[in-house]
């Protein structure tokens, strides 16, 4: 076999592995990025709490909204709650939570939206009445998603390097 045909099959190898990488890269970059979409989440404090207390909730919304509504109904809340706005801060908003005293210990996710419709999320998580409230880290919530994804995609695209440095 000629030497330009050795070489010219490896061209479509190497233009399919260099298109698989920017791909790669650009999907893990699109899922490190934040979404436009979405507010900052919301802060919730106390947290950990104990069924029967109470937690704030605020909110970062975009400068300029008018309102701001949060959904408890994991919490067997209401689904449309306005939020009040800061004095402090024109971009926070807020809102007092009660934690019914029959709520089971877990993970419960809160949603909001903003008045301009960017979306907001919260974690309010409810320990035990007894023994000991836990730390409350950030390994709390489970695994990252994102984090998942753009560690497979990384590893992918180093698999599809290496490949191609051995050719």
């Known amino acids: 076999m000629a030497k330009g045909t050795a070489m010219s099959a490896a061209l479509p190898f190497r233009l399919v592995a260099g298109a698989l990488l920017g ?3 650009t999907v893990a970059l699109f899922l490190a990025l934040p979404s436009t979409a979405w507010a900052e989440d919301a802060q919730v404090d106390p947290n950990p709490v ?11 919304c975009p400068a300029g909204v ?3 509504s949060i959904s408890a109904t994991t919490l067997d809340g209401a689904s449309n709650m306005p939020m009040l706005a800061s004095a ?3 971009r926070e908003w807020s809102v ?6 029959e709520t089971q210990p ?5 949603g909001g939206t903003c008045g301009d419709g960017t979306g907001f999320t919260a974690t309010v998580t409810v ?3 007894l023994g000991p409230m836990g730390g409350g880290g950030s390994t709390m919530r489970g695994p990252s998603a994102t984090l998942l994804i753009t560690g497979s995609l ?14």
């Open 23 to 25: 791909l790669v890269l």
């Open 50 to 60: 104990r069924p029967g207390a109470q937690v704030d909730v605020v909110a970062t």
């Open 66 to 68: 008018g309102s701001a």
């Open 88 to 90: 402090k801060n024109p």
């Open 96 to 101: 007092t939570l009660t934690i019914p005293a």
């Open 106 to 110: 877990g993970t419960y996710a809160l």
């Open 127 to 129: 320990a035990t009445v």
């Open 154 to 167: 990384l590893l992918v695209a180093s698999i599809a390097v290496r490949r191609l440095a051995r050719r």
